[in-house]
């Protein structure tokens, strides 16, 4: 643990990934003027970037079969920055031609996450992540890169800050403009987010990290605190907390993007997001989805709405 | 916000109110073996610190009705603290007579709170304190204070910090040993937190603040981070995190112990309370309620726990 934090950012970059990250693992596929409707609502509270799909095997990811269709969708919306995750030169392809601004291309730090995940060693992915980089130059789509398992991995165990710092480097050599370290399966923890920090601040000082954590331990906002304090300045989040981790049922999958706005805000951190209208998008994603979402805030409102307390019962400590 | 945090501590203090403030929205009475089943699946896990029941009105609090009983049933058990809540004399002399090791008296910070839950002015339960104290003095009983809705107030709003301090000053004069800060239904955050450690550390600094908070807007544990931060050295929690505010349906109550310890293990701060046998009796807690309990870690096993992949997805970044 670091003996005393860095500084707190003013302002926070929220990337939302609900879309993406927080319906990867539905069974089927949400209507895609459902997922337009969902982003136009999580616009209309002041969100403005978006991990929106990913372009990857339909087979595989059902759920996000209309990456083109989706794209296609709400590309006019002004003012929003649109990402997909691709794994390789066909996902960029795809994506280049469905109009994205820009491609996160994401590999696991840990090799057998990574063979699980896309069925090639890390050298394999990051070969495909050369070609992608040759073929978007000069298409003014920007490259961004996303390391899964970046604080442990569900097979291996422990990750090596190293391998997470090597493939960094490797991004940056590609002229990535971003870099999300991806806490895959609920991992991570205050000293490894520190550690991690460090660590890509020293190999890759060009490229600051992004944070991307998932409450699967009930932790995911304190490793927010933690980064917070290092002075990171931006962090992805699933409206209601969508997603999950399908081998650990009921555990909860992203941080809510309402929970993590009403920390930032209560902290006095800057976000442009306005907290009332992302609990309303976060209702509707309860009623797309059918079942109660994980995010807490939405559930108890703002901590100043007054006024249904009539129940209170007395005597209680 | 502080500019910059204090220091963290070495040894944190965990009590567990489970017994109390996570049954104590219960509309019906737990039978008092599997009460005290609970507590031995606690201590056997290493905890030592309970809060463990409240000596109030039976009709007010049937799920606490049992008091006596309980502490009768588990009293045998060495090395363990037994608290009690009491609002007024009758209930530290039924907290005497049961054989507590301490008693917990409790006010709110707030008038409209503490007139609907003690129905009496704050003035009239800290006069009842006084007597109270004076009936303890030569008994060998500790005395605690506990401030409720020291954060903020559902009633109210905000709640001045100075309310609070002058509460904690008069504890501090009745020769309280210990003063437990009640975030009541979830208003805390990291800067009213700095706020509150701050003021008492300024007007009562023989009394350093025991921190109690809920997650009713899911940032319990970044709460958590920050009082450690500060250094605050004892915090209070539910196991599988019982409890939960009935006029906030679906709202999490008390922050579950099991996630706090994961959180304080994976800092290297000790406990001595052993993280696997806690998650059993998270289990034992959650077969006693029959229903899923907020606990996070319960459902997801600690980070290291390995070999249960076999189903994880493809293409998924």
Redesign the interface.
Known sequence: ?PA??EA?PTHVQVTEVGP??GL??EPGLLPTSDKAGLVRALVAAGVRRFELT?F??PR??PALADAAELVSAVRGIPDVHLSA?V?NLRGAERALEAGVDSV?L?VSASAT?NA????CRIEDSLAAFAQVARRLEGSGIEIRG?I?TAF?C?????VDVRAVGRIARHFADLGATRLSL?D????A???LVTDRVRHLREVVPSLSPTLHFH?????G??N???GL?LGVDRYESSIGGLGG????????GNI?S??LV??LD???IETGIDLESLIEAGRLATRLMGR?LP???S??????A?G??????????
Chains 1, 2 share one sequence.
Not at 154 to 158: A, D, L, V, W
Not at 215 to 219: A, E, K, L, Q, Y
């Open positions: 643990m005393a934090p707190l993406r990250d990867q693992n990913s990857v095997s595989a990811v995750l794994p996160v994401f996450h699980k995940n896309v069925n996303a899964a442990g569900p097979f291996e165990g422990e991806g895959t399966t609920g991992m923890t205050p000293p409450n699967t331990r009930g932790i906002l304190a927010v605190m933690q304090w981790c399908p081998f650990a049922p009921g555990a909860s809510a309402e929970d009403y920390l209560e902290m006095g109660p995010a807490q805030v559930r108890a409102g703002p901590r100043l007054l249904d307390c009539s129940a209170v019962p007395t005597a209680r400590g």
